[in-house]
């Protein structure tokens, strides 16, 4: 087998996905190394930099920095080879020209014969994965803390309504039981104090609608995790409005979560939607989940799709019903179920 040539070497470089560049030393009259001429390059290298690639460029004029390349030059030619993580952004756009938001590189440098090679091999992909999941682990932080706060808030409005109020009302009435028995000074004292109870009772009624208002509901709160996915994959404007002050348990919300995750699915998939309102309302006996897009519709008597059963059968499974609307103009679906 007869060795590869230099211009066939060469042919493979150029084509390589990894840049590459051979840096020539430049040394003193000490011996000390103290710039790089460039000898050879590939098509990838030529692509990274921003200003025109020609030979015999010094690294100390056209390298962002160039003290800090000059100091892996001086490692490589001394101790061989060195790796170097190099990230570039927008902001150095005057001496890179990434085709992306930011650019990511390992860089090997190694000292071959007399000269410096360069290979810096491309990880933004990696990198961008990385960061992707960072992200998603802070948001599913965030939702997590939401979700906590808005159980912990629910939980304490329902402790001063259910057990503080109803001890205070307890105790208007047994003060007003005794009025008749206690002379007049005592009972215009009595009544005084019945009147307060009954201002801090009226306070307390009101701080709990507060946390019930300025607070996302835990439906509310899972069902945005729920669509957080679908949003940031294509797009669509998602809206969420939780009504009433009805609870859900967890088999009903697990239900309507899985209900809006199948049908804003099929609206962006299947519609086009651009945007969908999911709308709860909860009282005391029924929750009712509807959800409108404005996506190009389907025929609700023609169309029986694994989704659509789904829906329905999630509903009758609760001793619910599922109603599909549909026209040109958008679908709605309204789900129903009884509270237990």
Known sequence: MEPIGAEDLFAIIDELREYVSVHTPVFDDSG???????????????????????????????????LDAMGYVNRAWNEGSVQQVFEYTPETRDIYQPDR??????????????????VGTDFSELRGMELDLENQRLAVIEASRARTMAQQREQIARDLHDSTVQQLFAACLFIESMVKTLDTDTTDTAKHVVSLLAGVIEEIRREVLDLRSVTPSVI??????????????TGVLCTVVVEG?????????????????????????????????????????????????????????????????DIRARAEKLRGEAEFFSTTRGTTIKWRVPLR
């Open 245 to 309: 002050a009805g609870e859900c348990d967890p088999e009903i919300r697990s239900s309507m979560r899985a209900v809006v995750r199948e049908a804003v699915s099929n609206a962006v998939r299947h519609g086009e939607a651009q945007s969908v309102l999911v709308t709860v309302t909860l009282d005391e006996n029924r929750a009712e989940l509807m959800i409108a897009d404005d996506g190009t519709g389907f025929d609700t008597d023609a169309t029986f799709s694994v989704g659509i059963l």
């Open 101 to 118: 938001a930011f650019v990511f590189l390992n860089v090997l440098w190694k000292r071959v014969g007399d000269f410096v090679v360069e």
């Open 32 to 66: 000390l190394i103290i710039d790089a001429r460039l000898h050879t390059w590939n098509c990838a290298y030529a692509r990274v930099r921003m200003r025109p690639v020609v030979l015999g460029q010094l690294m100390m004029e056209e390298y962002h920095d160039p």
């Open 220 to 233: 509310e709160v899972e069902l945005r995790d729920a669509l957080r996915p679908i949003v940031d994959a």
